[in-house]
């Protein structure tokens, strides 16, 4: 009996750490340098890897047609990558 629980317990703890690892993994914002893009309604980032639509309250039309340099958390949805924008600065060259 003292085995068994042992092995609940083991397995219960590697539960937890796999839920709290893949969280952080969830949580780590990338940086993507590409160029601002309207299309249509949407703001995209257009980079050298594909094209990413921007989310966030802060999003600023005058940055369109500039290089720039997006830190964010990118996610795929509804087969598109999308950036939920954490900072946005302008790339000079």
């Known amino acids: 009996m003292k085995s068994f ?3 609940i317990a083991a397995g219960v703890v590697a539960a937890v750490f796999m839920v709290v ?16 893009a309207e299309k249509g ?8 890897d594909g094209s990413y639509i921007l ?11 500039k290089k720039v340099k997006v830190t964010g958390t990118v ?11 954490v900072t946005m600065e302008e790339v000079t060259e």
């Open 75 to 85: 996610a795929e949805k509804e087969n598109m990558r999308v950036i939920k924008v």
């Open 21 to 36: 690892a893949t969280a952080g993994l969830a949580l780590a914002d990338d940086s993507i340098t590409g160029t601002i």
């Open 41 to 48: 309604d949407l703001i995209v980032l257009d980079a050298a």
């Open 55 to 65: 989310e966030g309250n802060d999003l600023v039309i005058e940055m369109v047609g």
């Open 5 to 7: 629980k042992n092995k």
